[in-house]
C-alpha cells in the first residue's frame, strides 16, 4: 500500500480465514523468493510463488532482469506430465559421476548392454578440460539438447545417466544408483530492482534475498544464495532501514486510511473475479501449459522466434484463463484452489516480462543463452557493449508494454571476460 509515494503496509489475505485485512507500518520488506515455480516443475517447494513482488511490481517497483534464471542439472529425474516438484540431488554427484546418454536415438536397451563404443560422455567430448563439471547453465543446456534430440533416457526421455561405475571401480563403493541427472529450475537471479541500500524503486519498500535482483548478475554461483540471504537481512537491512527511517518524517498513517481501503477492494474484486470465472480447467493445468511452455522457449536456451512465439501463446493461454478457469468454492474459507489460481494469474504477467527481457537481450551471458548468439564452439557470446547494463522494467499498466530503464554496470577491476570450457 502506497500513500504520499511512500511503502506504508500491506494487505494479506489469511489462507486459513480466507479474510482479507491489512497491516500497517513505516516500511516494507518483503522476503518472499524466488520464482523458479513460473516453470511449474521446480526444485522450489510448491508454495511457492511471485505474487508478493509482482504486486509490488505493479504498484511502481522495477523488475530487474527477469529472464536471469538458473536450471540446476542434478534432480532425481521427471517421471511424467503428472509430476508436481522436482527433487534435488547433491550436485557433488558430478564430481564423480559421468554423465552419458546413448549415441543411438530411441536407444532403449538396459545401460548395462550399451558398450563403452556406443555411449556418448557428451560434456567429456564437448569440454574436454572441464568435461562433467562445467558450470551449470551449460550442463543444463547440454543435457537438454541430447534430450530434445530424441537420446534422453528413463521414463518419457526426460534423463540422461549419471554413471558412477568408474568410481566405484576406483574407490570401492558398492551402492550408488546408476541412473540420474536431469535438469531442474533451481534460482532465480532477477527480481525487484534495488539500490546498495536494498530499496526498491518505492520509497521504504525493501526486498531482501532471492526475492530481489542483486549479487549474482547473470548467473548465481553455488552456495552464494545463503551468503546473501544473511549479508541482506543480517548485515545490510537493519542499518539501511534505520537510516532510512532518521531521515524522513512519516505522517500517521493506520489501516483505515483510504490506501487501505481501496487495496482491499481491489483484492476482493479480484478474488470475485476468480471465483466468478466457472470454467472448466483447474488452476493446476493452466499451470502446467504455462511451465511447459517457458521450460521449451525461454528456459535454458532462448531465440528469437520462439519467444515471439511464446508472447503470442502466453497472451492466449492467460485470456482462456480469465474465461476458462474453474475455482469453486468461496473466498472466505480455506480454498488452496483459489490460493493457487491467483497465483497463476500472476505468474502469466510476469511469463510476458521474461519472454521480452530475453527477446531484448541480444547476446548471451551467463544463464542467459540465446542460440543466435553463439560462439562456433557453442559457447554464450557475450555483447558488453550493447548490453553491459541491468534492465528495470517498469509497469505501464494493463495491456500496455513495460518500459525498460537501463542501470549501466561499470566494472573497475575484474573486467567481464568471454568464458570458454573447451
Ligand atoms: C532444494 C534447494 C537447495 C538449495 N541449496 C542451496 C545451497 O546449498 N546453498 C545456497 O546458497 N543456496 C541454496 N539454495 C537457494 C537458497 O536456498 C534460496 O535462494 C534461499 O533460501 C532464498 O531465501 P529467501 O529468504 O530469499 O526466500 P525463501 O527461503 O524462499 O523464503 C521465502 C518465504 O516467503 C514465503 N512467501 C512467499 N510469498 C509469500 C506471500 N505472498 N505471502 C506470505 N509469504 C510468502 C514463502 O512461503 C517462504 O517461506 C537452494 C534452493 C533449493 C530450492
Known amino acids: 500500500v502506497v500513500v504520499d509515494g511512500r511503502a506504508r503496509g500491506i494487505v494479506v489475505r489469511d489462507l486459513v480465514s480466507g479474510v482479507v485485512g491489512s497491516c500497517a507500518g513505516d516500511a516494507v520488506v518483503l522476503a518472499t523468493g524466488g520464482y523458479s515455480n513460473v516453470y511449474y516443475l521446480s526444485t522450489n517447494a510448491k508454495g511457492c510463488n511471485v505474487t508478493a513482488i509482482w504486486r509490488a511490481h505493479r504498484r511502481g517497483a522495477a523488475f530487474a532482469n527477469p529472464c536471469f534464471t538458473q536450471i540446476h542439472p542434478t534432480c532425481i529425474p521427471q517421471t511424467g506430465h503428472h509430476q508436481s516438484k522436482l527433487t534435488l540431488m547433491s550436485e557433488s554427484l558430478r564430481n564423480d559421476g559421468r554423465i552419458w546418454v546413448p549415441k543411438r536415438k530411441g536407444d532403449a536397451r538396459p545401460p548395462r548392454e550399451i558398450q563403452e563404443s556406443e555411449r556418448d560422455y557428451f560434456l567429456e567430448r564437448l569440454y574436454p578440460s572441464y568435461g562433467n563439471l562445467v558450470p551449470r547453465d551449460v550442463a543444463s543446456r547440454r543435457v537438454k539438447e541430447v534430450c530434445d534430440e530424441g537420446r534422453g533416457v528413463g521414463p518419457g526421455g526426460y534423463g540422461v545417466y549419471l554413471d558412477f561405475a568408474d568410481a566405484i571401480a576406483r574407490l570401492g563403493r558398492h ?191 551467463g544463464s542467459h543463452f540465446r542460440e543466435e548468439f553463439q560462439t562456433p564452439e557453442g559457447e554464450a557470446k557475450r555483447d558488453d557493449a550493447r548490453f553491459g547494463y541491468v534492465a528495470a522494467w517498469e509497469y505501464a499498466g494493463a495491456g500496455k508494454a513495460p518500459v525498460l530503464n537501463k542501470e549501466p554496470l561499470e566494472f573497475e577491476v575484474v573486467h567481464p571476460a568471454q568464458r570458454s570450457y573447451v
Open 175 to 365: 551402492v550408488i544408483a546408476e541412473r540420474y541427472g536431469n535438469p531442474a529450475p533451481h534460482y532465480t537471479m532477477g527480481g525487484l530492482w534495488v539500490d546498495y541500500n536494498l530499496m526498491t524503486t518505492i520509497d521504504g519498500l525493501y526486498a531482501i534475498g532471492e526475492a530481489n535482483f542483486s549479487d549474482h548478475g547473470a548467473n548465481r554461483l553455488g552456495a552464494s544464495a545463503l551468503m546473501q540471504g544473511l549479508a541482506d537481512g543480517y548485515f545490510i537491512l537493519p542499518y539501511t532501514i534505520g537510516d532510512y527511517l532518521a531521515q524522513v518524517k512519516l505522517g500517521q498513517v493506520g489501516t483505515d486510511h483510504t490506501a487501505f481501503r481501496q487495496v482491499e477492494r481491489e483484492v476482493s474484486e479480484r478474488v470475485e473475479r476468480l471465483l466468478a470465472a466457472r470454467g472448466r480447467t483447474t488452476p493446476d493445468a493452466f499451470h502446467r501449459e504455462l511451465g511447459r511452455l517457458m521450460w521449451d522457449k525461454c528456459g535454458m536456451s532462448r531465440n528469437a522466434q520462439g519467444l515471439k512465439e511464446t508472447l503470442q501463446k502466453i497472451a492466449a493461454l492467460g485470456e482462456r484463463f480469465a474465461r476458462d478457469v474453474y475455482v469453486g468454492g468461496k473466498g472466505e474459507e480455506f480454498n488452496q484452489t483459489l490460493e493457487h489460481a491467483g497465483r497463476v494469474a500472476d505468474f502469466f504477467e510476469l511469463a510476458e516480462l521474461m519472454c521480452r527481457d530475453a527477446l531484448h537481450r541480444e547476446e548471451s551471458c
